[in-house]
């Protein structure tokens, strides 16, 4: 089932509550209302886990309102797109720079059977869709996170977990996607989205998520498109 999920980020220094904003509009509350001093760890992951960490890179400059506000429309077009692929959940999140960004997890696509990381055919499927969606969009980093059920060892699911992004990385690769975009991370048990005390909450914990976060690159010509309706 397809399903798209659109998540407004609600960044306490700008605003007092979340509103049904499109992203246009809550790139500029993001990029220029906070002040958005890149670098100062001020974004973090939207999820229900406080153990959420932050993603994306710091790019270590001022992002002004009208920058956040070009890429939080970026991010919501290709979100819509992504949510074209079969068993796709796609949200909006925010990363360590305060910016739009997108969150993928598949019902059924990138899931594992226990202890193990290789990936099903319906896992590839989905992630040639997702590498050929992404082709046009070269100017964004991708975080790959993999997890685990909580059965076993600390160490041997951190392995597992690790494995789990390595094999979901190094298959978009080989379907294109330049391996300095791309960051693999196992997160061991540590950020479940169901019960462990079940079968089925603990497949749906055994499973990749995938993030896509804007880079220098993308800012950059962010920033020149303001500066070139400023200079009109």
């Known amino acids: 089932m397809k399903k798209f999920i659109l998540l407004a980020a609600c960044v306490t220094l700008v605003l007092s509550s979340c509103g049904q904003w499109s992203n246009l509009a809550k790139g500029s509350a993001i990029g220029g209302g906070s002040g958005a001093a890149v670098g100062a760890g001020v974004g973090a992951l939207v999820g229900k886990d406080a153990k959420s960490a932050a993603i994306g890179s710091a790019i270590g400059a001022i992002i002004g309102t009208g920058v956040g506000a070009i890429i939080g429309d970026r991010m919501d077009k290709k979100a819509e797109e ?102 693999a991370e196992g997160k061991s048990y540590d950020m479940p989205v169901a019960s462990n005390d079940t079968d089925e909450g603990r497949a749906q914990n055994r499973r990749v998520e995938v993030y896509i976060t804007a880079n220098a690159d993308m800012v950059a010509e962010a920033q020149a498109e303001v500066d070139a309706e400023s200079a009109k």
């Open 82 to 183: 992504l949510a074209a692929i079969e068993g796709a959940q796609v949200e909006t999140v925010t990363d360590v720079n305060n910016l739009t960004s997108v969150k993928v997890t598949f019902d059924n696509g990138i899931l594992f059977a226990f202890n193990k990381a290789n990936l099903s055919d319906a896992a590839k499927k989905s992630l040639k869709e997702f590498a050929s969606s992404m082709a046009d969009m070269p100017d964004t980093d991708i975080t790959i996170w993999g997890h685990t059920d909580n059965i076993g060892t600390a160490e041997a699911n951190a392995s597992v977990s690790q494995k789990r992004a390595n094999a979901v990385k190094d298959f978009l690769v080989a379907q294109g996607i330049a391996a300095d975009r791309m960051t």
